[in-house]
């Protein structure tokens, strides 16, 4: 379906894991952007926003003037599939957020950021995401967030063993805390796709 009727989609370029986005989505036939200027912005039909650093992502959209067309494009619809960092900028609540760190808000979710302390910085894991069939999803988790409440619209793609909840989504907006993009794992991104191809 990529590649037919789909707008261009963009990858969020101003920190984080971008290229490695880019390349999922364009194996996927869709046409990628990267998107650091309001102009790039409207161009697109959907976006991602990778995994980096949280904190410098609200800063430097805040110094490129993104943050505000942001909101306004989250607002008005278009769809968002946010990994790690870009579920943080996605969530409506942050718990330990550092000092005057924003989120872009969207889904109404609280998000800790940093959830595994130090021992379980990173870790892999195999994960059912019954949305996405069989075979489970290899999650990649890096420094990851995970949500700590969910609010009554948001439906819960996946949890972890002890119930904390790791991916979810409302609408056509859509996170994880993991890392899909570095296991070769495609099907969220191809989700987010159809979100693009539903909302155009
Ligand atoms: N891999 C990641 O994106 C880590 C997220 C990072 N710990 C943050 O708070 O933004």
């Keep these: 379906m990529a590649g037919r ?42 976006l991602v926003i990778p995994g980096g650093e949280s904190s410098v992502m609200d800063k430097l959209s805040r110094l490129f003037g993104l943050r505000d067309p942001l909101r306004d494009r989250i607002a008005t619809g278009m769809p968002v599939y946010g990994t790690c960092a870009g579920l943080i900028m996605l969530a409506d609540r942050l718990h330990d957020a550092i000092e005057g760190q924003l989120s872009l808000g969207g889904l109404d979710v609280a998000v800790r950021r940093n959830a595994f302390g130090t021992q379980l910085d990173s870790f892999e894991t195999d994960l059912a995401v019954p949305a996405l069939g069989e075979p489970p999803v290899h999650a990649v988790f890096i420094r990851a967030p995970v949500v700590d409440e969910v609010g009554a619209g948001v439906e819960v793609l ?26 070769g794992e495609t099907r969220f991104h191809a989700r987010f796709l159809d979100h693009v191809a539903a909302a155009s």
Excluded: K
């Excluded at 989505?25 to 309001?38: K, S």
């Design 5 to 46: 009727s789909l707008p261009p989609v963009g990858v969020f370029a101003l920190q984080g894991d971008v290229r490695e986005h880019v390349a999922v989505l364009a194996q996927l036939g869709a046409d990628v952007r990267e998107v650091r200027t309001p102009a790039q912005l409207a161009e697109v039909g959907g």
């Design 158 to 183: 996946a949890s972890l063993d002890d119930g904390r909840v790791v991916a979810v989504e409302q609408g056509r907006l859509m996170g994880t805390s993991f890392h899909p993009e570095v296991a």
